[in-house]
């Protein structure tokens, strides 16, 4: 079984419109953590959210996390063409440092 | 805004061959890590790095793998004898406190490894 695997693993949408992109996780963890990476570049932290909260916001950014399901959730609303990037989403937990991540969500913002 | 930069931008080196890749995360920041993506993949954990020792590692990190933080600002992977399938994009970050199972790790731009 794998931890953190994002879904869908492609989504193209226009700009304007709202995208979310899902994750899922196997292991309890202390946080869920949501990251961009643009073709070939490094990765952008985007935003934390710890086990102890359900949603958290940041600008266009809206993420929710479900425990019980582990599952978690990145919602982007009126994305625009430059939102272009893939998604992942990393675990971190235990008494462990390492961050793992899923295989990520490829978003592509038709201009 | 602080951030974490690593040197070279993109290596080539032949099989067999040692390289380093450089890294200098943020300046308060007191844990470190490599990471690594093959191309198409998943980024993967390598290592780990606090208070000048290991404090944890992945399978990937065996003995041809070794990390070093030679002053007070440069945080350092060598891998010793490369073969084909370290062909991958390595990253560096860093946190100010434990990251993974706390905190947010700042990840630098990659250092793109060919190994021909």
């Known amino acids: 079984s794998q931890q953190g695997e994002e879904d869908p693993q492609a989504l193209s949408i226009q700009e304007g419109e709202n995208a979310t992109m899902n994750c899922s996780y196997k292991t309890s963890i202390n946080n869920l953590q949501w990251y961009r990476q643009n073709s070939g570049r490094g990765l952008v932290h985007l935003i934390l959210i710890r086990s102890n909260e359900r949603e958290k916001h940041s600008g266009r950014l809206r993420v929710t996390l479900d425990t019980s399901k582990k599952s978690s959730s990145l919602l982007i609303t009126a994305s625009r063409a430059a939102d272009t990037a893939s998604y992942f989403c990393?675990?971190?937990?235990?008494?462990?440092?390492?961050?793992?991540f899923g295989k990520g969500t490829l978003l592509t913002v038709n201009p | 805004e602080p951030e974490v930069t690593q040197t070279p931008s993109h290596q080539v080196t032949q099989m067999g061959q040692e390289v380093i890749l450089r890294c200098v995360p943020i300046s308060n920041h007191l844990y470190f890590y490599w990471y690594r993506q093959i191309l198409g993949q998943k980024v993967e954990f390598l290592v780990s790095f606090y208070n000048n020792e290991i404090s944890e590692k992945s399978e990937i990190f065996d003995d041809q793998f070794s990390v070093e933080r030679p002053d007070g600002s440069n945080f350092t992977l060598k891998i010793r004898s490369t073969k084909l399938e370290d062909s991958a994009m390595y990253f560096c970050a860093s946190s100010a406190t434990p990251g993974g199972a706390y905190n947010e790790q700042f990840f630098g731009p990659g250092t793109r490894l060919t190994v021909l």
């Open positions: 990393a675990t971190g937990g235990g008494s462990n440092y390492k961050l793992t």
